[in-house]
């Protein structure tokens, strides 16, 4: 399994900041605790392809990045894990059906990990959408999460969502995106 992992600088952490009005939940089921975890998120994937990615020209709840000289849309969708935790390949990834969600209108996805210093990010692939709506399983909210490995026993979904295996991610390496879309 290939990710990229970022070792989060000072620099990103104050840009991430800067990224959003954090007063602003967008339906958020965490609360808005997870808004810098995603901000991180899209700052680390737009950094690891700087002169292929850029932000769009207006903000967008439709999606976060834009692929430069295409008009293909790029939303990053980014969990908090525990510090000492190593994304593995029979982890899972998520994408809600609560607010925007899954209806969002991007033609990617990347999903992140951030650990909860914020010290580190791992990049851990890239999914079209049709294609993640169609290979991915659904969970209704309360089902108990069976998905590859469980590392807490018994524990339910918050929110309905649709849900993937690392493993059935995409590579794209910073250096062949332009040829993935």
Not at 12 to 32: C, I, P, W
Not at 55 to 83: A, H, M, Q, T
Not at 108 to 128: H, N, P, R
Request: net charge positive.
């Amino acid at each position: 399994m290939a990710f990229i992992k970022v070792n989060i600088t000072e620099d990103q952490r104050k840009r991430a900041s800067a990224l959003y009005d954090f007063d602003v939940l967008n339906q958020s089921f965490t609360k808005g605790a997870g808004n810098m975890t995603g901000a991180l998120g899209e700052i680390i994937t737009k950094d690891v392809w700087s002169d292929k990615l850029r932000f769009p020209n207006k903000p967008s709840y439709e999606y976060d990045l834009e692929i430069i000289n295409s008009n293909v849309k790029v939303d990053v969708k980014s969990k908090r894990i525990s510090n000492h935790v190593v994304p593995r390949a029979d982890f899972k990834v998520s994408v809600s059906t609560n607010g925007k969600g899954i209806t969002q209108e991007c033609d990617w996805y990347v999903f992140c990990f951030i650990t909860k210093d914020e010290s580190t990010g791992y990049i851990l692939g890239w999914c079209k959408k049709d294609r993640y709506l169609k290979e991915s399983i659904f969970k209704n909210k309360g089902d108990i999460d069976d998905i590859g490995i469980v590392l807490n026993k018994g524990w339910k979904f918050f929110n309905a969502g649709y849900h993937m295996l690392i493993k059935d991610l995409d590579y794209i390496s910073p250096t062949t995106l332009q040829e993935s879309y």
